[in-house]
Antibody
């Protein structure tokens, strides 16, 4: 059984940074693709980027490349997303998602509970 | 990036009816790396279909996906009240992964 547990609610000022963590339990950590997906208050879903720990190099959507860093700590089975230069339009629920078959693609099988990030002055 | 356009935007249907949702991609989706997600009110999205036509674990056979290249469909047979949700199409064959805008299905 795969469980993804994310860190808690964040309230941030514009221009600041946030780091969201995701702790994965279940079977082998390193072979699976982890994504970060956000959902705006209007409901739209956006893929921010992802990482396959065994390969190490993250992939980012161009839109977020300059402001986001995705990393992992294999010793603790944690995936992190750091988001810099926050703007009000970054207010969203941020999800950690893992694929189901370690096939090297970012399939979105298992979802964390979501982390609400609110950016407000 | 691959733009996914879903139709219709909203549907209101009765229990027992069937429905087909549509998703068109702006360019070919490689090797059918195409999925459908379901999001019920207040819940986390859930993977329904991957590989265009393979049901995810625990998904009932009332749900079926088909299509290829740029045209994909999700069919739900014998609608039940718990099928009320927003359904998103999504592709994972090309970076960045992208999502459609969603089809809201309301069961009267």
């Amino acid at each position: 059984q795969v469980h993804l547990v994310q860190s808690g609610v964040e309230v941030k000022k514009p221009g600041s940074s946030v780091r969201v963590s995701c702790t994965a339990s279940g079977n082998t950590f390193s072979a699976y693709a982890f994504s970060w997906v956000r959902q705006s208050p209007a409901g739209g879903l956006e893929w921010i980027g992802g990482i396959i720990p065994v390969f190490g190099t993250p992939n980012y959507a161009q839109k977020f490349r300059d402001r986001v860093t995705i990393s992992v700590d294999e010793s603790t089975s944690k995936v992190y997303m750091e988001f810099r230069g926050l703007k009000s339009e970054d207010t969203a629920v941020y999800y950690c998602v893992r694929d189901g078959d370690s096939g090297g693609y970012y399939r979105l099988d298992f979802w964390g509970q979501g982390t609400v990030v609110t950016v407000s002055s | 990036e691959v733009v996914l356009t879903q139709s219709p935007g909203t549907l209101s249907l009765s229990p027992g009816e069937g429905v087909t949702l549509f998703c068109r991609a702006s360019q070919r989706v490689p090797s059918n790396y195409f999925a459908w997600l379901q999001q019920k009110p207040g819940q986390v999205p859930r993977l329904l279909i991957y590989g265009a036509s393979t049901r995810a674990t625990g998904v009932g056979d009332r749900f079926s996906g088909s299509g290829s290249e740029t045209e994909f469909t999700l069919t739900i047979r014998r609608l039940e009240p718990e099928d009320s949700a927003v359904y998103y199409c999504q592709q994972y064959g090309t970076y960045p992964l992208t999502f459609g805008g969603g089809t809201r299905v309301e069961i009267k």
